[in-house]
């Protein structure tokens, strides 16, 4: 069963830091680019930022750049995406996604 496991979600006050992972389940990541997403009711889904598993390459959402930071552990078919000063416009449930696999999908709430 091909999936990803997310995990490190949760409520931090404004500037606090999370690190969210993303796990591949059933298979290696290799050559994939691996990204992270974020829905917010009523919004359009917005693409915060991936990864080229092979070379490294990575991308950010503007409104992320010098705050999150995406980086990727080959030996575990893992993907981290550290997320530092947050602001309460992070608060959304966060999807990682490579081609047509998504993950579950992790709560993230930034609220004093």
């Known amino acids: 069963h091909l999936q990803f496991v997310e995990s490190g979600g949760g409520v931090v006050q404004p500037g606090g830091s999370l690190k969210l992972s993303c796990r591949a389940s059933g298979f290696t990541l290799e050559e994939a680019t691996v990204g992270w997403f974020r829905r917010v009711p009523g919004k359009e889904d917005e693409g915060v930022s991936c990864?080229?598993?092979?070379?490294?390459?990575?991308y950010y959402e503007n409104s992320v750049k010098g705050r999150f930071t995406i980086s990727r552990d080959n030996a575990d078919d893992t993907v981290y995406l550290q997320m530092n000063n947050l602001k309460p416009e992070d608060t959304a449930v966060y999807y990682c996604n490579s081609a047509d696999l998504w993950g579950q999908g992790t709560q993230v709430t930034v609220s004093s």
């Open positions: 990864i080229n598993i092979k070379d490294g390459t990575t």
